[in-house]
T-cell receptor, first 117, second 116 residues
């Protein structure tokens, strides 16, 4: 299995809703990432999990809450979002969280298209 | 700060023509560089990567890239473009934060249009 699977593919939520995005990989990767991508922009890093522990939070608002229940699963809990949070949310994983020559780059999921109304 | 710049926002090439997408980086040490491709509404797929060694790296789908330290460049090339290559291409660099963890930063992307 060489894929990162994200569900759901599309999500529409109101500003008072609570929802969760799910990401799963079975490649034995020890680092997992959440990226946010607005239209016609590059992906921007939100969170990094290394060995199931949060290692980087790029000053993301608290209405986004990540969770890593185990080494294969990464969730992003959403609460009280704003319309400007509408974007493509990408999950990625890598063999190692460190910059090494053995690191083969990121494997990305196909993303969740989130619309906040 | 370490970054990558993609000077071309949009490029149009004819099918069968050669392609070169430009990427310039700024980093003091040897950078870890990547090229990713993104089809509309999809995630990113790794095309190739450079860490060290041979400066000409081969990737998937017939792409290659050449690392030129003197020009701080890592341009992506393909000798003959296919219509299915139409997509957004991102150059990226991996850097290490103060905790030793890697952070991958993407360039602004180049949108490739392929015409018959």
């Amino acid at each position: 299995d060489t894929e990162v699977t994200q569900t759901p593919k599309h999500l529409v939520m109101g500003m008072t809703n609570k929802k969760s995005l799910k990401c799963e990989q079975h490649m034995g990767h020890r680092a997992m990432y959440w990226y946010k991508q607005k239209a016609k922009k590059p992906p921007e890093l939100m969170f990094v999990y290394s060995y199931e522990k949060l290692s980087i939070n790029e000053s993301v608002p608290s209405r986004f809450s990540p969770e890593c229940p185990n080494s294969s699963l990464l969730n992003l809990h959403l609460h009280a979002l704003q319309p400007e949070d509408s974007a493509l949310y990408l999950c990625a994983s890598s063999q190692s969280p460190f910059v090494t020559t053995a690191n083969y780059g990121y494997t990305f999921g196909s993303g969740t298209r989130l619309t906040v109304v | 700060a370490q970054s990558v710049t993609q000077p071309d926002i949009h490029i149009t090439v004819s099918e069968g023509a050669s392609l070169e997408l430009r990427c310039n980086y700024s980093y003091g040490a040897t950078p870890y560089l990547f090229w990713y491709v993104q089809s509309p509404g999809q995630g990113l797929q790794l095309l190739l990567k450079y860490f060290s060694g041979d400066t000409l790296v081969q990737g998937i789908k017939g792409f290659e890239a050449e690392f030129k330290r003197s020009q701080s460049s890592f341009n992506l090339r393909k000798p003959s473009v296919h219509w299915s290559d139409a997509a957004e291409y991102f150059c990226a660099v991996a850097r290490m934060n103060s905790g030793g963890y890697q952070k991958v930063t993407f360039g602004t992307g180049t949108k490739l249009q392929v015409i018959p």
